[in-house]
């Protein structure tokens, strides 16, 4: 059985940063496509960043990049997002999702397996 579990999220004030982890069981992060979405309240999913074997680095959305890094420690099968410089309008729900390709989630924006997600809220 597959499972992702992102921690991590909690409320912080912009310009501060925050550091999600998502760990895996069942599935060996290196071998599939992994990404992180958002949802904020009243709106739809939107893809954040993406990583996976066949290409040479993360993708990140335009509104992320450059503040949000997307790593990964294999030993551990756990992905991270560190983010920084952080905004409210950052605030969301953070899911983490994994894929047989990266194709599903950086062009579909869709993935076969997803985490419980971690709430990400940027105020003062």
Known sequence: QVQLVESGGGLV????SLRLSCAASGLT?????????????GKEREGVACSSSSISSPLY???VKGRFTMSRDSAK???YLQMNSLKPEDTAVYYCAA????NR???LGTA???GQGTHVTVSS
């Open 13 to 16: 004030q912009p310009g501060g």
């Open 29 to 41: 992060l290196d071998n599939d496509a992994v990404g992180w979405f958002r949802q904020a309240p």
């Open 61 to 63: 959305d335009d509104s």
């Open 77 to 79: 099968n756990t992905v």
């Open 99 to 102: 894929a047989f390709s990266i």
């Open 105 to 107: 989630i950086a062009t």
């Open 112 to 114: 076969d397996y997803w």
